[in-house]
């Protein structure tokens, strides 16, 4: 699934000075690549990582959280983050979990990615939503960090799509349901 060329639009104001020589002589080339006519830099817009997780509970319940800062403030997520330069996706999902939840998974499947197009103060971030799956018993005690204001419990086939704050969450969240129900909505 190719990104359409209006995906990436937002980007031509942001990126106005090269990075490489500092001279306003940047200019997008392609609807991924911008080049410089100074220096001759060619610089391509690439994905960063990020990583969500499905926690069910014994009932098959999933849990999601209410996003306590900007990007959609106040609107349902699933937790996670982004995965720091050299961190394995499974490192960076068990470590955003101690950091947002207070938990230790016991264990991690991949479920599937989606891209997604963050935008955070002014500048949009191109990330590949990796997501995976993962056990967690019920009355399990969370311990939210500040990132997180508050959470639900909530069964696949009633995901409250309209409170979700993410295109790529609500998309992977269709996935999911969709696997489990059998039902899109």
Request: proline fraction near 7%; include cysteine.
């Amino acid at each position: 699934m190719n990104a359409p060329a209006s995906f990436l639009n937002p980007l031509i104001p942001v990126f106005r000075f090269c990075p490489s020589c500092g001279k306003q002589t940047f200019s997008p080339e392609s609807e991924k690549s911008f080049s410089c006519s100074a220096c001759g830099l060619r610089y391509f817009i690439n994905s960063a990582c990020a990583v969500a997780v499905i926690l069910i509970n014994d009932n098959g319940e999933l849990l999601l959280t209410r996003r306590a800062f900007e990007p959609a403030k106040g609107l349902l997520d699933l937790p996670g983050g982004f995965v720091d330069i050299g961190e394995p996706a499974e490192a960076a999902m068990r470590r955003e979990i101690r950091e947002e939840l207070g938990l230790e998974l016991s264990s991690l499947s991949f479920l599937c990615s989606r891209p997604n197009r963050y935008d955070y103060a002014g500048v949009t971030y191109y990330t590949t939503d990796l997501t995976f799956t993962s056990p967690l018993p019920s009355g399990t005690h969370l311990s939210l960090s500040d990132e997180i204001d508050s959470v639900e419990w909530v069964r696949p086939e009633l995901i409250p799509f309209d409170r979700i704050g993410l295109e790529s969450i609500r998309e992977i969240l269709r996935y999911y349901q969709t696997k489990q129900t059998g039902a899109y909505r």
